[in-house]
């Protein structure tokens, strides 16, 4: 790809791979950020907007962005932080995806049941600046010093294979379901960070030209996570039961409240959060709701 290509072009960085990749193209797609990646190319324009997507592994987006030399990224809160660009770089919107915790992990049969235990011993981790922190502070707190303290070691991955092959007394790393670690005879002692993905720019502002872009793609971003998150529901009721199931689906602002054919009924719309919907519709079916009707949103501006 020319430079001359990419030329005045808005640069966001996606994750080319890995537990984000996936979320990342449905989120562009519904931003409708239209672009043809060709084949192995880690640099691409969109078709309908001043914009170049640059694949990148997650880990290396904090600093692309936070150097400026990328405008926007996705990627996870905890690579920003392991990366040391936590001030370099402004989160924007958390997207709701990638969630999961750094964990300190030992064998399940291990006689170390707490970090306090743990510290002075080896470590194995890719989070090694995040996990030098964690052990440092411990270490002050437990008066260890020089050949006495932590020791961390970088792998780049497989980490939970540490502890059976002998070479770590516990490790760092990411659990969401815990699978990997249960399969690994591992259990987790305490939890460094929670982290999900995050939409990041930079936070000192190299090129003000793009500031227009980059709100309107932040905007849409954000009306494509909100429509995740939240399902129309649709019922009639009769005016005396109004009050109440009105109080049930209070709306983001205002529930829309229209007149029916039959004079004693209305019908109500109103966007509810959809991990609560269940839980709405059975309110309202006890507050007198009939025809009780909910939506997916594909997209929205809030
Ligand atoms: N099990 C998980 N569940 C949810 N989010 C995760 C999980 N593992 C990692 N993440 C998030 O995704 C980011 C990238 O991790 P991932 O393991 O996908 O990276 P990668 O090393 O680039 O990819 P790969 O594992 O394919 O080499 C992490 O920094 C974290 O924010
Ligand atoms: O708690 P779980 O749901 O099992 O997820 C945790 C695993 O997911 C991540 O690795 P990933 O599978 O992305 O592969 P990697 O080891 O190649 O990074 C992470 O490093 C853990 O190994």
Same mark, same amino acid.
């Given at each position: 790809?020319?430079?001359?290509?990419l030329?005045?072009r808005?640069?966001?960085?996606?994750?080319?791979?890995?537990?984000?990749?996936?979320?990342c193209?449905?989120?562009?797609?519904?931003?409708?950020?239209?672009?043809?990646?060709? !084949?192995?190319?880690?640099?691409?324009v969109?078709?309908n907007?001043?914009?170049?997507?640059?694949?990148?592994?997650?880990?290396?987006?904090?600093?692309?962005?936070? @150097?400026? !030399?990328?405008?926007?990224?996705?990627?996870?809160?905890?690579?920003?932080?392991?990366?040391?660009?936590?001030?370099?770089?402004?989160e924007?919107?958390?997207?709701?995806?990638?969630?999961?915790?750094?964990?300190?992990? #030992?064998?399940?049969? %291990?006689?170390?049941?707490?970090?306090?235990?743990?510290?002075?011993? =080896?470590?194995?981790?890719s989070?090694? !600046?995040? %996990? &030098?922190?964690?052990?440092? $502070?411990?270490?002050?707190?437990l008066g /260890?010093?020089? &050949?006495?303290?932590?020791?961390?070691?970088?792998?780049?991955?497989?980490?939970?294979?540490?502890?059976?092959?002998?070479?770590?007394?516990?490790?760092?790393?990411?659990?969401?379901?815990?699978?990997?670690m =249960?399969?690994?005879?591992?259990?987790?002692? %305490?939890?460094?960070?929670?982290?999900?993905?995050?939409?990041?720019?930079?936070?000192?502002?190299?090129?003000?030209?793009?500031?227009?872009i980059?709100n309107?793609?932040?905007?849409?971003?954000?009306?494509?996570?909100?429509?995740?998150?939240?399902?129309?529901?649709?019922?009639?009721?009769?005016? %005396?039961?109004?009050? #109440?199931?009105?109080?049930?689906?209070?709306? =983001?602002?205002?529930?829309?409240?229209?007149?029916?054919?039959?004079?004693?009924?209305?019908?109500?719309?109103?966007?509810? &959060?959809?991990?609560?919907?269940?839980?709405?519709? $059975?309110?309202?079916v @006890?507050?007198?709701?009939?025809?009780?009707?909910? /939506?997916?949103?594909?997209?929205? =501006?809030?």
């Amino acid at each position: 790809m020319h430079a001359e290509t990419l030329k005045g072009r808005l640069l966001f960085a996606i994750p080319k791979k890995g537990r984000l990749y996936e979320k990342c193209m449905t989120l562009l797609a519904g931003a409708d950020i239209q672009f043809r990646r060709p !084949n192995r190319l880690d640099v691409c324009v969109a078709l309908n907007h001043p914009i170049a997507l640059v694949f990148l592994p997650a880990a290396d987006i904090p600093s692309f962005v936070g @150097k400026g !030399n990328v405008d926007l990224g996705i990627t996870g809160h905890d690579v920003i932080l392991e990366a040391g660009m936590e001030n370099y770089v402004t989160e924007e919107l958390r997207l709701g995806f990638g969630k999961c915790a750094l964990q300190v992990q #030992v064998p399940e049969e %291990s006689s170390i049941k707490t970090v306090e235990q743990l510290a002075g011993k =080896r470590v194995v981790t890719s989070f090694e !600046n995040l %996990s &030098e922190k964690y052990f440092g $502070d411990i270490d002050a707190r437990l008066g /260890f010093q020089g &050949e006495g303290k932590t020791k961390i070691e970088y792998v780049g991955g497989s980490v939970e294979a540490a502890c059976s092959l002998g070479l770590a007394d516990g490790i760092v790393d990411l659990v969401e379901s815990g699978e990997t670690m =249960r399969a690994a005879g591992l259990h987790a002692i %305490s939890t460094v960070l929670e982290t999900e993905a995050v939409l990041i720019r930079s936070t000192t502002i190299k090129h003000p030209e793009h500031q227009s872009i980059i709100n309107l793609i932040t905007k849409r971003i954000a009306g494509v996570i909100a429509a995740s998150k939240y399902v129309v529901i649709e019922y009639n009721v009769r005016r %005396s039961g109004l009050e #109440v199931t009105t109080r049930i689906t209070p709306g =983001r602002r205002a529930p829309t409240i229209s007149a029916l054919e039959e004079p004693d009924w209305c019908a109500v719309s109103a966007m509810v &959060e959809k991990k609560k919907s269940a839980q709405v519709m $059975d309110e309202l079916v @006890k507050a007198g709701a009939e025809d009780i009707l909910v /939506f997916n949103l594909d997209n929205c =501006r809030v």
